[in-house]
């Protein structure tokens, strides 16, 4: 009797080990694995077009930081030019206060001469003032400091300073006559010539 149970229990762990080596050597295909799988190449591509797109938006904000970086460079650079315009203009035209001050030492001297000329022994002071007079102008002259042209020249407000009109052999609007020189430092003007303008010929 014991032998009989022992061949059945036998017989059944023997089945049991075929159906579990049979399930072994065919598996079947689970619907949600598939299922499972699909899903995951869906998200791997959602991450893959969400990186690229992220690698776009990187780019472009990187040229557009480019950009900005470039615009700053050049003004800073504009700005660099008008400090150094400024500096040099500064330098250029330091001694015009000088310059004005020399102008009436000029004017002084220039006026002796014609005081000179209505003494009764003018020749030495003439010629002593004259002298000093020459030697300003040409002082002048070194510094870029010349006078404006201005007798029978047209009238230019840039240059001169009208201080009355009168009839005259000249044109209208022409520089009839000077009653003070003018002048100018390199291409600024220091003083202008005050000068009477011509209204034309007298009627």
């Not at 003439?126 to 010349?146: C, F, I, N, P």
């Not at 006078?147 to 520089?175: C, K, R």
Request: hydrophobic share 35%; aromatic share 4%.
């Amino acid at each position: 009797m014991n032998e009989e149970m022992d061949d059945m229990n036998q017989a059944d762990s023997t089945a049991a080990d075929e159906q579990d080596h049979g399930d072994d050597l065919n598996p079947e295909t689970n619907p949600q694995e598939i299922h499972d799988e699909a899903v995951d190449h869906e998200a791997v591509d959602q991450v893959l077009e969400t990186r690229d797109e992220e690698m776009d938006r990187l780019r472009e904000a990187a040229d557009s930081a480019d950009g900005r970086v470039l615009k700053a460079q050049a003004e800073a650079e504009n700005f660099r030019k008008r400090l150094r315009r400024d500096y040099e203009d500064q330098v250029k035209y330091a001694a015009v206060p000088l310059v004005t001050d020399v102008l009436e030492v000029r004017d002084n001297l220039l006026r002796g001469l014609e005081a000179a000329k209505n003494s009764a022994d003018p020749g030495g002071l003439q010629e002593g003032v004259a002298m000093v007079v020459k030697q300003l102008d040409d002082y002048l002259t070194k510094h870029a400091v010349l006078q404006i042209a201005t007798e029978g020249e047209q009238f230019d407000p840039n240059f001169h300073e009208a201080i009355s009109q009168m009839p005259s052999d000249l044109e209208s609007g022409m520089v009839a006559h000077v009653a003070q020189i003018g002048f100018k430092m390199h291409d600024r003007v220091v003083r202008p010539s005050q000068v009477v303008v011509s209204t034309g010929p007298a009627e």
